[in-house]
């Protein structure tokens, strides 16, 4: 626990993860968890940094400033994933590739 | 103690984050996802940041994990079987998932880390807090536009037509 490799390769372990389920998932929102696992892994990272480079707080504001990100891209891309439900009846993003209909 | 509590920490982080993605129910990913973020939130007590953690805990799981749970309700029937799902190419999804790993296991391993060694702040909400209204100020002020700006998206967005 006091050292930077461990965290590191937690957090190459979570991004990889996610970068998996973004490539094989159909469902939207399935592609959107593996975005926050990505989103996640990058967070540790910043803060490890933060932690292990004499407790300088910048890495914490990076982190504060990703978390809200992810909130903004949640939201939005939630409404997107929904109106592309109400216009195609699927959500799965190999089958609603049209751009109209 | 505090080593073996890390350990079952991390180890529970990455288990349930496999779940997440290998899941095929969309609700169990969700939930899988829930552990996920509450042991990302146990990592950051360890890298002394309560302050990211206590948001980790607001901002993923009150709020995203909601929204997401959401949005699988919104757009699924429950009660049909639409509500799982598979996973497609798994075979180049894999090999390039892994390839990455090795890659960043790679780098991180072979550079010699220099680590500092420091004392354990109190408590790192204030200092945060004058950070955020001296140096990062513009940012600070570019972040609140920015949920601005999404949150008038979204309601347009999810607007019903007239």
Redesign the interface.
Known sequence: ?D????????A??????????V????????V???V??IL?AA??NF??F??????N??G??F???I??????????A??????I?NNMNT??V?EASALKE | MAESIFWFIAAFTVISAAFVVLNNQLIYSAVALLFTLFGVAGLYVFLWADFIAGVQLLVYIGGILVLIIFGIMLTNRISSVRLSQTNVQQGVGGAVAIWLFILILMVVSKTPWNQMDTIEPASTVRDIGTLLLTKYLLPFEAISLLLLGALIGAAVLSREEN
Do not use: C, K, P, W
């Open positions: 626990m050292q930077l490799n461990n965290y590191l390769f937690i190459a372990i979570l991004f990889s993860l996610g970068v998996f389920g490539m094989t998932r159909r469902n939207g929102i399935a959107l968890m593996g926050e696992l996640n967070n540790i803060i490890a933060s932690r292990f480079g004499g407790m707080l910048d914490h504001i982190g504060l400033i978390i809200v990100l992810a909130a903004a891209e949640a939201a939005v939630l409404a997107i994933v929904i109106n439900y959500i799965n190999d």
